[in-house]
């Protein structure tokens, strides 16, 4: 039993790292532009169909695909600030989240015209790694490790160079920002780009672990969206935080019952804290 | 160095600025006085182009800015110490004041400019991994003013330095500003404390409900009755 809460601790972390990174670009985003990428989960979708399409129509190899997958993403995030997110940028904040929100179902019906409703995936067999009495999966290893050093360029990016300071003051006070010289404009298609590219790891990394199909998206909207909220909307360490209490309390709690169980605590935990700190963990009160 | 001419500026069907033209010439402090809601922020923030001018002209080293968005004017050499020291809290203060240097004029002198500043401003350099918002009030005022020094202005504009202030504080502004003067900034101050602010200035303007309704230098300023009354409290 003591080994199997380890295991499933282990896994928690693994699984969390993930999460970090899916909800890091959905946090990024509402955090420098002030507006809820709805559709972020479906861009995770898309993601991973395209990798899937590039590897196997265009027989790319498999890395190529994923970096083919990643730009195509970076532009597509790009494509929608130009088209809906600039267009609604001082519109009431329901006429953007109606927007995005109906983007869900433009993705996921293009979705399954271009790819149709079949689950497709790439056979990708990696191996079960044993330490003493625990077995980790590998894919989910690499998941980990990949998403720890995305997280670790992100941050070297946010901090260590112009358009991260600028990044970060557009967040903070977007008036006193184009006083100082920067044009927030240029400031959004960056952030949109790095959200979209991050959609593309994220499923890069998904492709050994998962299937895909149009559907596919919906949950890690709603999870994404989860971990944010519950961290503190725009705070990125909150969110880095949160995802890993979401990973650990998930994986464990599947162990000891099932992982339906789990999905439900995960959002029970998520409205108590709601209703105990609606700020989340690191956000400041409204 | 710059002419304002007969601008009007809205705040949607609100008139905040009615033809209100003004001029600064090279290494001149001028200051413009006026009560609250006068407009004085909103003048700063046309010429910045935060604010959208209607009619009129801005002009910079005799090119036209009116129309301009903030960056283009910012790299042209204008530079602003918003109201109320508004530095960007969770920004480290060496963060503060890089953004400061971000347009591209700025950037390639950053380093040289910020050490030039943490001489002039000690306190800044002990803190400058510290998070801008721990700043006391002061120390945030002479944030915003070094992040301004940052994008090698010609022209700073400053609102309302010394506004919630002590006054030992608001003593230690006006000699920055002193300071800058001397080192040849043209300055566009603007100022509720009328009496400090004139002890700085070479040329005043008076606004009331965004117009203007007196202009001169610091000694008919300091002579004229109505202004000794309403504003200089003598």
Not at chain 1, 60 to 84: E, F, K, R, T, Y
Not at chain 2, 153 to 177: H, R, Y
Request: net charge neutral; with cysteine.
């Amino acid at each position: 039993m003591l080994e199997e809460l380890l295991m499933a601790f282990i896994n928690g972390i693994l699984l969390g790292g993930v999460l970090a990174l899916l909800a890091f670009g959905l946090n990024l985003i509402f955090g420098v532009v002030k507006i809820i990428h709805m559709a972020y989960g479906q861009f995770v979708m898309l993601g991973f169909y395209f990798i899937y399409y590039f590897h196997t129509a265009w027989h790319m190899p498999l890395l190529v695909a994923m970096a083919g997958g990643i730009v195509v993403m970076g532009l597509l995030g790009m494509l929608v600030q130009l088209l809906i997110i600039n267009p609604l940028l001082n519109a009431p904040r329901l006429n953007q989240l109606l927007a995005l929100a109906s983007l869900i179902i433009v993705l996921e019906n293009l979705a399954q015209v271009l790819w149709g409703a079949d689950y497709r995936g790439i056979p990708i067999s990696m191996p079960i790694i044993q330490f003493g009495d625990i077995f980790i999966r590998s894919s989910y290893l690499l998941a980990f490790l990949g998403a720890i050093a995305t997280l670790g360029i992100l941050y070297l990016f946010l901090h260590k160079t112009y358009f991260g300071l600028a990044i970060r003051s557009v967040a903070q006070d977007v008036e006193i920002a184009k006083g100082m010289g920067i044009n927030p404009k240029v400031i959004y298609y960056i952030t949109l780009a790095a959200g979209g590219a991050l959609t593309g790891v994220v499923a890069a990394f998904f492709i050994p672990i998962y299937t895909v199909h149009p559907h596919f998206g919906a949950s890690f909207t709603l999870m994404a969206f989860v971990i944010v909220v519950f961290g503190g909307m725009g705070n990125l360490m909150g969110g880095f935080i949160s995802a890993f209490i979401i990973g650990v309390v998930t994986s464990i709690t599947a162990v000891l019952t099932s992982t339906e169980v789990a999905d439900i605590l995960a959002l029970v935990l998520f409205i108590l804290m709601m209703m105990v700190r609606p700020q989340g963990i690191l956000g400041a009160k409204a | 160095m710059l002419t304002v001419d007969a601008i009007d500026t809205y705040y949607g069907e609100f008139q905040a600025l009615e033809g209100v033209s003004l001029k600064v010439e090279k290494g001149q402090t001028v200051i413009v006085v006026g009560p609250n809601g006068a407009g004085k922020s909103t003048l700063l923030k046309t010429i910045l182009g935060l604010q959208k001018a209607r009619t009129g002209s801005i002009k910079f080293q005799g090119e036209e800015i009116s129309g301009l968005a903030p960056h283009k004017v910012v790299e042209r050499g204008i530079s602003m110490v918003p109201e109320g020291g508004r530095v960007f809290p969770d920004l480290s203060v060496q963060d503060n004041l890089r953004v400061g240097s971000y347009n591209p004029v700025a950037r390639p002198n950053a380093q040289r400019q910020m050490e030039q500043i943490f001489s002039l401003f000690p306190i800044l350099s002990d803190r400058k991994r510290q998070a801008a918002g721990s700043l006391s009030g002061g120390e945030r005022q002479m944030l915003a003013i070094a992040r301004s020094l940052m994008s090698c202005p010609q022209l700073i504009m400053l609102d309302e330095p010394s506004l919630g202030l002590a006054p030992l504080v608001v003593n230690m502004v006006f000699d920055f500003i002193q300071q800058m003067k001397k080192e040849g900034y043209a300055i566009l101050l603007v100022e509720q404390n009328a009496n400090k602010a004139l002890k700085v200035a070479d040329y005043a303007y008076l606004v009331e409900s965004g117009k203007l309704v007196y202009e001169g230098d610091r000694d008919s300023f300091d002579k004229n009755p109505y202004i000794k009354t309403a504003y200089l409290g003598l």
